[in-house]
């Protein structure tokens, strides 16, 4: 059982930057898949990005161009997501994802994968 708490999110006026935080309970922490997704309203759920146990990340490219970075701290229980350069576009909630067991790459950017789920941060992006 894991339970994610997401922190950071806030009101950033376009070109600033904001760093997400995802707080996970549980010593198991360190053996999950971490992901990131975000949801603006009336769009599905969209991937940003994940981490597996081993450090390798995936990041959508046409969501993040550079500008987003998924780093994870196990010792600390807590995996960050940095976003630089942010746009409009990016408003969203960002939710925090996990999935125990082995990494598939093919599965690692679907939301229906993931087995828990924070309730999310609000990033709003002015213009």
């Known amino acids: 059982q894991v339970q994610l708490v997401e922190s950071g999110g806030g009101l950033v006026q376009a070109g600033g930057s904001l760093r997400l935080s995802c707080a996970a309970s549980?010593?198991?922490?360190?053996?999950?898949?971490m992901g990131w997704f975000r949801q603006a309203p009336g769009k599905e759920r969209e991937f940003v990005a994940a981490i597996r146990r081993s450090g390798g990340t995936t990041y959508d490219s046409d969501s993040v161009k550079g500008r987003f970075t998924i780093s994870r701290d196990n010792a600390k229980n807590t995996v960050s997501l940095q976003m630089n350069s942010l746009k409009p576009e990016d408003t969203a909630v960002y939710h925090c994802?996990?999935?125990?067991?082995?990494?598939?790459?093919?599965?690692?950017?679907?939301?229906?994968?993931?087995?828990?789920w924070g309730q999310g941060t609000q990033v709003t992006v002015s213009s």
């Open positions: 994802a996990a999935k125990g067991g082995i990494y598939y790459s093919e599965y690692a950017s679907s939301a229906q994968w993931y087995d828990y």
């Open positions: 549980g010593r198991t922490f360190s053996s999950y898949t």
